[in-house]
């Protein structure tokens, strides 16, 4: 039963991180972090990650990040970046949005959103 609840639980955080990627990486967040670092985890380790990333999903800084997002289609976002185009408002806007969700990820982000860490095979 508590393997089933597990399971239950990082496929539950996994889709709200895959829902949430595309933001966080326009917002800065490094790859690395968005994603469960591996291996057995508690499930009372992954009920706190879940309500930390769902609140910073629910907060008015990650609404704000959303709202910005969609003043344009994805596709304009990628042409002005191809193009390198630069000061535009909403540019402005979503530099302004993403450096407060970038803030807000670093701050008290659960340690199971860092990248594993290499283990040196030459110490053992």
Do not use: C
């Amino acid at each position: 039963m508590h393997l089933m609840i597990a399971r239950t639980s990082d496929e539950t955080i996994n889709s709200l991180l895959d829902e949430m990627r595309p933001l966080l990486i326009v917002a800065g967040v490094p790859k690395g972090q968005i994603r469960v670092r591996s291996g057995k985890l508690q499930i009372a380790t992954l009920s706190k990650a879940f309500d930390w990333l769902h609140n910073l999903k629910m907060s008015p800084t990650f609404e704000d990040l959303i709202k910005v997002w969609k003043l344009r289609p994805e596709s304009t976002w990628g042409r002005y970046k191809l193009y390198q185009i630069d000061g535009l408002k909403e540019q402005e806007l979503l530099g302004v949005a993403s450096k407060k969700v970038l803030k807000l990820w670093k701050t008290k982000r659960p340690l199971i959103f860092n990248k594993d860490r290499k283990r040196n095979e030459e110490k053992k």
